[in-house]
């Protein structure tokens, strides 16, 4: 988003629904992504998200800088991990699992609801032909965007994604914290990869993907009348 500006290949419109989306994301629907983490992590019987603040839907809680800004370069980006023991769960590798999972299945939960609204309400704008409902469309589709866009990002298997939680079900334990020493040198990888494309237009291949096949699901009811 923020590079189209510098080449100035942007309509004021679109950059406004698209700057409004991606705050509505960092600020709204990333912490309901850390929440889902920390809520299912004290389910399973891990009280350390909640004794560290985490357990919680207040943005300021959750938020990492290099994260948000990732999401305005590019539509990718992550918040701050929250913290787990695994020890507090009977099964230590199935716990940890859980809960990395819960935040991108939270993320495409809230991405097909948004993509639902956004057929919607291009339902009632091909009847009304509102001109109003048009940034509400694109508005709720940027945020679908974005939410797949952060759900199938943290599946990467690498720190501090949530992926990398679930490798550790995959490889055994002494290649993994070896693995996890490395994490500020992958972090500043993938950010480089990210920027220059080469991440990028894969991770949004696949998202346009889930995209589509929300779209069609959401379009089901519609068209039965």
């Known amino acids: 988003m923020l590079f189209d500006i510098f080449r100035g290949d942007y309509d004021f419109l679109e950059l406004m629904v698209g700057l409004f989306s991606r705050l509505f994301v960092v600020f709204c629907t990333m912490p309901v992504h850390e929440y889902a983490h920390a809520l299912i992590a004290t389910k399973l019987g ?18 990492d800088l290099l994260g948000a800004l990732m999401i305005f370069l590019c539509g990718f980006g992550y918040a701050k991990p929250v913290g787990v023991n695994p020890r507090n769960f009977k099964d230590p590798k199935k716990g940890m699992a859980i809960t990395a999972v819960a935040g991108p299945i939270s993320n495409l939960i809230m991405g097909f609801v948004f993509v639902f609204l956004s057929v919607l309400v291009q339902v009632v704008f091909s009847k009304v032909n509102i001109e109003l409902l048009y940034p509400i469309y694109s508005f709720l589709f940027f945020a679908a965007a974005i939410n ?67 779209s069609n699901i959401a379009e089901v009811p519609f068209n039965l009348f």
Request: hydrophobic share 50%; proline share 8%.
């Open 46 to 63: 891990d009280d350390t998200p909640r004794l560290s603040g985490r357990l919680t839907l207040n943005p300021l809680a959750h938020i």
């Open 148 to 214: 797949v866009n952060l759900a199938v990002f943290n599946l990467l298997p690498i720190p501090p994604l949530d992926g990398s939680r679930i490798l550790q079900l995959l490889i055994p334990a002494k290649y993994y914290y070896k693995f996890l020493q490395y994490e500020r040198y992958i972090t500043i990888l993938v950010f480089v990869l990210i920027i220059s494309g080469v991440l990028s237009r894969p991770l949004a291949i696949l998202s346009n993907l889930i995209l589509s096949l929300f």
